[in-house]
């Protein structure tokens, strides 16, 4: 019985010294903990920022289904996410049931139906730019030859932001 009562007391102790290092730390823990609060707060989004995102959205709807009808905007990243902070950028996708061909099937897609896939983005991108300033943009800039083409923009209150188009279902 002693060798066991031995281990016991030898386990004691070291869950002893475990908890004595653990209060060793909680109070920078606790200090980092406040930290943190302070900085995210410091960084969040106005409630004035989320409306302005919001309204962005909602123009870039309405100017793009002047081109394509059926399409719809989305917000993904960090504003989707509701992690945005003071100085996120906007992440939108445009979406269209109907239109832009890289929704096809697997089986019927090929490197030729890729490439007029890519063009007619390219193209669509391009229309959508040109309605897009003066407001709510100061500046575009379509980029067609990226892997994905986007147009970047800024809004006058200095919103940067990314729109792709992709095809629902694919």
Do not use: N
């Not at 004691?12 to 943190?36: F, N, S, V």
């Not at 707060?41 to 081109?67: D, F, P």
């Amino acid at each position: 019985g002693g060798c066991a009562q031995m281990q016991v007391c030898k386990a004691q102790q070291h869950h002893g010294a475990a908890m004595e290092g653990w209060r060793a730390c909680a109070a920078p823990l606790r200090r980092l903990d406040a930290e943190l609060k302070l900085l995210s707060a410091a960084h969040a989004a106005s409630g004035e920022s989320a409306q302005h995102v919001q309204a962005c959205r909602e123009t870039i709807e309405r100017r793009a289904r002047r081109l394509v009808p059926d399409i719809s905007a989305h917000l993904f990243g960090s504003q989707a996410a509701g992690l945005e902070t003071s100085t996120s950028d906007m992440d939108v996708v445009l979406l269209s049931p109907t239109r832009f061909l890289d929704s096809l099937l697997p089986e019927r897609r090929s490197r030729e139906t890729d490439k007029l896939a890519k063009a007619d983005k390219v193209g669509f991108l391009y229309e959508l730019a040109r309605t897009l300033t003066p407001a709510p943009f100061a500046r575009v800039k379509v980029i067609g030859d990226a892997s994905v083409p986007i147009i970047k923009g800024t809004t006058g209150r200095g919103v940067c932001c990314d729109i792709s188009v992709g095809s629902e279902g694919g």
